[in-house]
């Protein structure tokens, strides 16, 4: 059987653990919501069983298990961890692992509602997060680079889903990211996929932060565009307070990166919406919302010869 003709059952868990890990093979299993290359299983209270349901999946697990306990112990708010490996074998042909299981709802299916608390919860994890990384840290093939560098993705996004009423507003934002100036600090380790699937929610605040598989040694404005992406309305400006470490050029790649994030997200909704492959309804709602917190009544624009948008954004927030 091919990798695509196996179908991830609760049964073949059960026999994966009996085979590899038969002191948890008596937990209960069922499975959760994963992200686009694991699928995931509950293993009793404590525990979750990533496997793999693409091609690219065990080479992000593998650098989730060599890092993240490295990061992990440095980092305010939980995180998943690595605590068992699964081999290939007759009954899967793919590795797999077993990380701790990090309590909360994802907020793609909830929402915040204490922002301050929250802004500094996130303010203080990326402060941790973002030191300078190893020699030997991976490197991102397809995120990372500086906004100019993702002008044909954008425009595809843009033209596929950017809503009429702010489409305007959009293309300033992200044209004044464009010519924002390079990071000049060195590679710092970078979440790289911040966005409401990916943070987990508790009592009404960040409780957690999952799905490293795409992490980065890098440039920060890629975390940092989770200040309009994750964070609710009116937060951001408290958010870079807290964090203490962008300039302004940061902040305006991280503006840009914001809305094409946002118009990802849209896509990937609609696409839920009309229930083709790899859709998530959840998505569009805050890829939407993530668009209006970028162009909120708090950030004023400059507008040129006869009314349009120029793309000098005067407040960031």
Avoid at 35 to 52: F, H, S, Y
Wanted: proline share 9%.
């Amino acid at each position: 059987m091919t990798d695509a003709e196996i179908e991830i059952t609760a049964e073949l868990v059960r026999d994966l653990l009996r085979e590899q890990h038969p002191d948890l093979a008596g937990l209960a299993v069922r499975e959760v919501a994963g992200g686009w290359d694991n699928q995931q299983w509950r293993v009793g209270d404590e525990l979750a069983m990533r496997m793999p349901r693409t091609e690219r999946a065990p080479g992000l697990q593998l650098k989730e298990r060599q890092w993240l306990p490295v990061l992990a112990p440095r980092l305010p708010l939980p995180v998943p961890n690595p605590v068992r490996t699964g081999e290939p074998s007759a009954l899967f042909p793919k590795p797999w692992t077993i990380m701790t299981w990090v309590p909360g709802e994802p907020l793609d299916h909830t929402s915040i509602s204490r922002g301050d608390h929250a802004a500094d919860a996130l303010a203080g994890f990326l402060r941790a997060l973002h030191v300078e990384a190893p020699a030997g840290a991976p490197v991102s093939t397809d995120r990372g680079a500086h906004p100019r560098m993702c002008a044909e993705g954008f425009d595809h996004f843009f033209e596929a889903v950017a809503p009429d009423d702010i489409a305007d507003e959009v293309r300033a934002v992200w044209a004044d990211a464009v010519a924002a100036p390079e990071w000049e600090g060195p590679p710092v380790w970078v979440h790289g996929d911040l966005h409401p699937a990916n943070v987990v929610v508790a009592e009404g605040t960040l409780s957690g932060v999952i799905d490293f598989g795409d992490m980065f040694a890098g440039d920060p404005a890629w975390d940092l565009a989770a200040a309009w992406v994750i964070l609710p309305a009116g937060a951001a400006s408290r958010f870079f307070d807290v964090y203490a470490q962008a300039d302004e050029g940061t902040i305006r790649r991280a503006r840009g990166l914001a809305v094409l994030k946002g118009l990802v997200l849209l896509l990937v909704g609609r696409n839920g919406d009309q229930g083709l492959p790899g859709g998530k309804p959840t998505w569009g709602p805050a890829g939407r919302a993530a668009l209006d917190r970028v162009l909120s009544g708090t950030r004023q624009s400059v507008r040129g010869p006869r009314g349009a948008l120029d793309t000098k954004i005067e407040h960031p927030f």
